[in-house]
């Protein structure tokens, strides 16, 4: 089955710091994706990732808060810059292969102190 | 704008209890609809999906779900759980057939199951 390799599993960052959230795909999709699960809630959308295109933001998500990397058709990377306690929540990456194939990664459980 | 409505948030059942949860979503195109299970610190998994044919579907672990259309709902049904089927489960939504990809998702509930 698919596999998404996704790290760091957990952090705990000083506020006004960034973090980089990386996953690593084990064959070549065009689609990646990046929610964002906060406690208690949905898993929201943050942006799209193609690759050799500028990712796609969801209403409420900007670049420069989150920038998203995605140099090659395996990987890709989500930045958390300038971190707030607001942005304590779990990131997860995920990609589609053919029709309806979603993968997920297995989350990266982000605390601001 | 899309949206889906996962109204149980935490479930407690005992062994060999029946299973239902509601989804309702909000989109007035065609929808691709799924049901993902989340085992305690595993990645989330696909239970089962609808596109189109007959609205009854058959998943993994004995599990299915109805689309009604009528309803704007897509419930998940077991007849009889274990208690290896505490999990959290998700109910998402996919607009415009899959043209745009993008799945969208209730806030999940949260089912715990007594032996």
């Known amino acids: 089955s698919a596999v998404i390799s996704q790290k760091p599993s957990r952090d705990i960052c000083q506020r006004g710091t960034s973090l980089t959230i990386q996953c690593q795909v084990d064959s070549q999709v065009t689609m990646m994706f990046w929610y964002r699960q906060q406690p208690g809630q949905s898993l929201t959308l943050i942006a799209t990732?193609?690759?050799?295109?500028?990712?796609?933001?969801e209403s409420g998500f900007v670049i420069d808060k989150f920038p998203i990397s995605r140099p090659n058709l395996t990987f890709s990377t989500l930045t958390v810059s300038n971190m707030s306690p607001e942005d304590s929540s779990i990131y997860l990456c995920s990609d589609l292969r053919g029709l309806d194939g979603y993968t997920f990664g297995s989350g990266t459980r982000l605390t601001v102190v | 704008a899309q949206s889906v409505s996962q109204h149980n948030h935490h479930v407690i059942l005992s062994e060999a209890a029946s299973l239902e949860l509601g989804c309702n979503y909000s989109?007035?195109?065609?929808?691709?609809l799924f049901w993902y299970v989340q085992y305690p610190g595993q990645h989330l998994q696909l239970l089962l999906k609808?596109?189109?044919?007959?609205?009854l579907v058959k998943g993994i672990k004995g599990f299915e779900a109805e689309f009604i259309k009528s309803k704007f709902s897509f419930n998940l049904r077991k007849p009889s759980v274990q208690w290896s089927d505490t999990a959290e489960y998700f109910c998402a939504v996919r607009g415009n057939g899959g043209a745009t990809n993008k799945l969208i998702f209730g806030t999940g509930t949260l089912l715990a199951v007594q032996p």
């Open positions: 989109y007035g195109g065609t929808v691709n």
């Open positions: 990732a193609n690759q050799g295109s500028e990712a796609t933001y």
């Open positions: 609808y596109f189109s044919g007959d609205p």
